[in-house]
């Protein structure tokens, strides 16, 4: 997932045991001093966020920036789910959400073939509609209808597309239908995925192409939110649907304006009794955009904020943070895991230089001039992040033990190799790309690193800084763009859509499969290559997660070969939080601290929606 997720519910007598302190945000004694998360926890407040840029995409179907689906978890389930307090990234296991049950071939509900996924619906799950009425088998075979919409289209789509039977087939008939509400509500009603349908209201079934053990990760998922039929009376992801969203989790939204706020409240229809995975202890959630990361900083160290929807702590306050073991900084996830991997993409599409960047030797003269050290540093320093030389992060099924590519003495670059080989490609007097980058944390420092170490090797670097909106909105999804040569390289981040066991499919294929490399998708450089597509083919359809981590492992392998992108370094993320937020447990989709699993020492002193 782009940096492409919360969980938790109401104050009951069971809940109470989901808002005790049960880890990450509270590692160290000096921290639990602090931060003391025992006690009862405490009802009510409003959680503040503080934000840059507004999220990319307001519906499901489409949300597919890491603070978006963070933040849409508050007011929107799945069927299943990820428990609060993991404590590590390898052990995270979706549980039983919306579905009453996890299918198992011992319960019925996996096919002996492996083929047929079988989920029963929790009963008196409400959807905040006028007059409420149920969530239903319905919802999620809408849902999945509309992940292949003509305008907003999931980033993730070549997930279920390459997975469910009959589904790659209909997203190509989808694809052609214009892109107007008419349209769009006649297709979805005329048209059917021959793999997705419900067998009675409650019961809805999955017919699968090949055995995919990960398919349990996939309707974890917050693209796979089940859709109210309101929703087709939109444009997916329009200005008017943003104002009209419904909730079938704890929060809803009161008031969104973009660019500017967004207020979430109780959902006076959400029953904690149906939820097992949420106690939701604060009354209102609010999330103000606008502010840099300093400012963002500056606010919850002065309890003006709790917690940033789009930044890391800023790299000059760091390390002092860390020299002092500051108990409101966290770095995510826990353990020995890292998260995120910053790359170089390549655009291997567009016509500037004559299109130079088609050639692997030009590409090979990029991997090698850049100065990863140097990016380890304004990342935070090795605590916090580490050289990266593989395509994929070392958390993801595909990284193999001893197998670097690109490697240089001490990942400082080696300019002269680079320019030797951009000499061999006939570019003695070197070439000029567009470097584009977004705006938060320490991207601009890191552009700016980059810049010069590629100049060194006869690169000329034109910087061209936009908000993480505007690249991940407009810019990077869209193909045209990428064909036009409006970028030759992007400097963005990625993290695994899930964490655990056989997470390969969530790293390799979205941003590498050439079949699936249209709007929306993360592919953004248009990269393809049919070896590697046939080697994400064998993975995805292997029997078990080792005979699938080794069709990765070799697709990551022949990725770096091709220079399909120029992986720099590999982070946690380093999240500040107010000293008033207590159990900061981790999300494993959203990697910040789960918004419906915290609570606020001082709430109780507070009326509702003050501070």
């Known amino acids: 997932m782009v940096i492409a997720r919360s969980i938790a519910g109401h104050v009951l007598v069971f809940p109470f045991l989901l808002c005790a302190c049960l880890g990450t945000g509270c590692s160290n004694r000096r921290a639990r001093a602090r931060n003391d998360d025992s006690g009862p926890p405490v009802r009510g407040g409003t959680l503040e966020i503080v934000g840059r840029s507004d999220v990319d995409h307001l519906a499901t179907t489409s949300a597919y920036y890491v603070p978006t689906t963070w933040l849409l978890r508050t007011f929107t389930r799945q069927l299943l789910a990820y428990p609060p307090a993991i404590v590590s990234a390898s052990k995270a296991r979706p549980v039983p959400d919306l579905a009453s049950e996890l299918p198992t071939q011992e319960n019925g509900g996996v096919s002996g073939d492996g083929l047929s996924y079988t989920f029963h619906l929790r009963r008196g799950v409400l959807w905040d509609s006028s007059p409420p009425r149920e969530v239903t088998a319905h919802d999620f075979v809408r849902a999945f209808k509309l992940f292949c919409n003509p305008v907003n289209p999931a980033g993730s789509a070549g997930y279920y597309a390459s997975t469910i039977e009959g589904m790659a087939r209909y997203c190509d ?148 943070l860390m020299a002092i073991e500051d108990p409101t900084l966290w770095l995510s996830p826990p353990g020995d895991d890292f998260a995120m991997f910053t790359v170089l993409l390549v655009n291997h599409v567009g016509p500037n230089n004559r299109g130079a960047l088609k050639q692997i030797l030009v590409r090979r003269a990029i991997a090698l001039a850049v100065d990863k050290a140097a990016i380890v540093q304004l990342a935070g320093g090795p605590r916090v992040s580490r050289p990266l030389r593989q395509a994929v992060v070392s958390s993801a099924a595909g990284y193999r033990n001893g197998s670097d590519h690109y490697v240089t003495p001490g990942d400082r670059g080696s300019p002269l190799e680079a320019r030797r080989l951009l000499v061999e490609a006939g570019y003695p007097s070197g070439i000029s790309l567009h470097l584009v980058y977004p705006t938060f944390t320490w991207m601009p420092l890191a552009a700016q690193a980059l810049q010069a170490s590629l100049e060194q090797a006869g690169f000329d670097i034109d910087l061209r800084p936009l908000s993480t909106s505007d690249l991940f909105s407009r810019l990077l999804p869209n193909p045209e763009n990428t064909r036009r040569g409006e970028w030759d390289l992007a400097l963005t981040g990625f993290t695994p859509d899930w964490f655990g066991e056989n997470n390969g499919r969530s790293i390799v294929a979205p941003l590498f499969d050439g079949r699936r490399s249209g709007q929306n998708s993360p592919n953004y450089g248009g990269y393809s290559n049919r070896e590697v597509d046939a080697l994400i083919d064998r993975a995805m359809t292997a029997r078990s997660a080792e005979l699938a981590n080794e069709a990765w492992s070799e697709a990551a392998q022949r990725l770096m070969s091709d220079v399909a992108i120029v992986p720099l370094v590999e982070s946690k993320y380093a999240f500040a939080r107010s000293g008033r937020v207590r159990n900061c447990t981790w999300d494993a989709l959203g990697l910040n601290c789960e918004l419906t699993s915290l609570w606020l020492a001082n709430a109780a002193a507070n009326p509702r929606g003050s501070r």
């Open 173 to 320: 008939q989808f694809a052609l239908v214009p892109g107007t509400v008419p349209a769009i509500r006649e297709f979805v009603a005329t048209h059917d995925i021959e793999g997705v349908r419900a067998s009675d209201d409650y019961t809805v079934v999955f017919q699968l192409r090949a055995p995919a053990p990960d398919f349990p990760n996939l309707v974890a998922s917050v693209t796979a939110s089940p859709v109210p039929a309101e929703y087709l009376d939109y444009l997916p992801d329009g200005p008017e649907f943003r104002q009209h969203t419904l909730s079938n989790g704890p929060y809803r939204i009161a008031r969104y304006i973009q660019n500017r706020e967004m207020l979430l409240e109780r959902n006076p229809v959400w029953n904690p009794g149906k939820d097992p995975l949420r106690s939701a202890c604060v009354d209102q959630i609010r999330l103000r955009l606008g502010s840099d990361a300093q400012l963002q900083q500056m606010q919850i160290e002065a309890g003006t904020a709790d917690l940033s929807f789009d930044e890391w702590v800023p790299p000059a306050e760091l390390a002092s």
